[in-house]
């Protein structure tokens, strides 16, 4: 039986970066430029790992990249918001952004339309 996922951090040229597993096998790392010490890097990435965690347990892969994206940027109160909103999607009082139908103008998706401006 595999073991369970923790989260990890490290140093690379002067710079951290938290870890986390998103899929069996499969890591992915990321620069946590709030975190000034390996240790809060540490900290930080057990918090991303715990989201993912529950985001997995729940069903919702297709939250994990978007979570990451904003747990790797955000400050302590950004987290606990975060974990807030992770908390209310996967207990079903809130429906997960990421399954919201894009925006519609004229029957065409947002990203056609911006695609049909100047370059």
């Known amino acids: 039986m595999p073991r369970k996922a923790e989260g990890g951090a490290f140093e690379d040229r002067g710079k951290l970066f938290a870890r986390v597993t998103v899929a069996p096998k499969k ?4 620069l946590v430029p709030t975190c000034a010490t390996l240790f809060a890097a540490h900290a930080r990435a ?5 989201l993912v965690d529950r985001l997995r347990e729940t069903g919702h892969q297709r939250g994990i990249e978007k979570t990451i994206e ?3 940027a955000a400050d302590d109160q950004g987290m606990r918001r975060l974990e807030q909103s992770i908390e209310r999607i996967v207990t079903g009082k809130e429906p997960p952004p990421w399954d919201r139908p ?3 103008v004229d029957s065409e998706t947002f990203e056609a339309f911006a695609m049909m401006g100047p370059r």
């Open 27 to 30: 890591r992915e790392a990321v």
């Open 46 to 50: 057990r918090k991303i790992q715990a």
């Open 70 to 72: 904003e747990a790797w």
């Open 102 to 104: 894009a925006i519609a």
